[in-house]
């Protein structure tokens, strides 16, 4: 059973970056897709995106293609969400996630097995 750990949130201005990691422990971290999901306040969860087990398919949510990046280092265990020209529309708690099912099924169902404690992402106007 994989435990994660989110890390890098914090406070930026409209326009601004900020680069989220996730640490995977246990398990065997290339048994999973890994996914980002957000939650803003009053709001349902939302999937942000996905990425299979190789890294070589990656799947967003519209709302951040073009300006998201997720990628993952199967030696480290990390996942990592970049994400560049943020609007206050961003702002949430983002987790971090893991499934052994398909990137796809996890971007369809916006369901996973695994989660983190999520880390806070606040962007000012």
């Known amino acids: 059973q994989v435990q994660l750990v989110e890390s890098g949130g914090g406070l930026v201005q409209a326009g601004g970056s900020l680069r989220l990691s996730c640490a995977a422990s246990?398990?065997?971290?290339?048994?999973?897709?890994m996914a980002w999901f957000r939650q803003a306040p009053g709001l349902e969860r939302e999937f942000v995106a996905v990425?299979?087990?190789?890294?070589?398919?990656?799947y967003y949510a519209d709302f951040v293609k073009g300006r998201f990046t997720i990628s993952r280092d199967n030696v480290k265990k990390m996942v990592y969400l970049q994400m560049n020209s943020l609007s206050p529309e961003d702002s949430a708690v983002y987790y971090c996630?893991?499934?052994?099912?398909?990137?796809?099924?996890?971007?369809?169902?916006?369901?996973?097995?695994?989660w983190g404690q999520g880390t806070q992402v606040t962007v000012s106007s």
């Open positions: 246990g398990g065997t971290f290339t048994d999973y897709a």
């Open positions: 990425i299979s087990w190789s890294g070589g398919s990656t």
């Open positions: 996630a893991a499934d052994t099912t398909s990137p796809t099924t996890i971007e369809l169902y916006e369901q996973a097995a695994f």
